[in-house]
């Protein structure tokens, strides 16, 4: 193609002692930590979460689907570029790809903790590491920091902290420590954010379960995007791009093909119950109007997505690879492209793949040439 192809969410698979090495040293007895357990193999151990992580989809990125299982896989095994910046110049440029939006893997988990402190303390730890593992290529690895948001002033802390290590976006917990976003008390801490001209992530699985996993397992995956989904209502329906039009926040990981019909929904839900906001709340524009304009939805290969774009903005459609995870398009993601894309306009295309998070995340293309 006659443009850089960059990947709105990628991901780093956090090395055993990232945390341990970074945390403050109240917490470093209780850091994330791997384990080898015979017969499970090794497992990323989060205190106070009910759950390990096993790393056999972390970083599977690759493999046919017969040999993807949740146990039984070492460290050493991993893809090396998920700890390793330099090796990952080289499965970038395997994949086709110039540059890669970069988010955690186990820092996702760390995300539903209930133990605010400990969640801070770890996403401070997280940062640190990221930052250097960033350093070495700025321009083609554009990490994404994390924010505990224990307080939406503590909230504005760390995200002049993560400005202030040259991270390029702040990756948000699902549920924040104080009320929800669609409160007022985060009316400065957004202002903040649009101030430093810091893109806000919502990734899936960093919102907890509010039910049981209904059938069999699988169709857990199913239902990973919903609590991106209802994030993006709260902040729609609840007024916040109403008082705040300059703010840009990136649903991660989701899928866009839901789109179209949720942005319908929204709009008939608010033509026949507009009473059902709380008093003195008003939208001057229809709820697709508020998504269509502030609402990034990144996706791998979700070809819906791709014959939809009429539907949406696709000014608001970016692109990714997800490596090294399971989902990962890595390395076949040049024929699943060539593909998927084969029915857009130059100009959809370019701006999906490219401009879109060129623009989002201030890329200067020139170094990507």
Known sequence: MSHPIISADSHVTEPPNAFIDNIDPKFRDRAPHIQHIEGMGDIFVIEGLKVPIPLGIVAA??????????????????????????????????????????????????????????????????????????????????????TAMRTPAEGIEDIRAIAAMRLRGVMMPGHPGVEDYDSPAYDDFWEAAIDLGLPLSFHILTTRDSAPIRGPRMNAFLSVIRGCQDIMGTLVLGGVFERHPKLRVVCVEADAGWVPHYMYRMDHAFKRHRNWLPPGQTLSKLPSEYFAESIYTTFQDDWVAFKSVEMMNWRRLMWANDFPHSDSTWPWSQQMLAEHTGDLTDAQRRAILCDNVAELYRIDLRTLA
Not at 104 to 120: F, I, W
């Open 61 to 146: 990125a690759g493999k046919p689907a017969e040999e993807i299982r949740l146990m039984g896989t070492r460290f050493e095994d991993l893809h090396r570029g998920g700890w390793d910046p330099e090796a990952r110049m080289a499965d970038q440029e395997r994949d086709g790809v110039a540059a890669e939006v970069v988010y955690p893997t186990v820092g996702m988990a760390v995300c539903n903790h209930r133990d605010l402190d400990y969640k801070k303390a770890c996403c401070d730890a997280y940062n640190r590491w990221l930052g250097a593992y960033c350093a070495p290529h700025p321009d083609r690895l554009l990490g994404v920091g994390q």
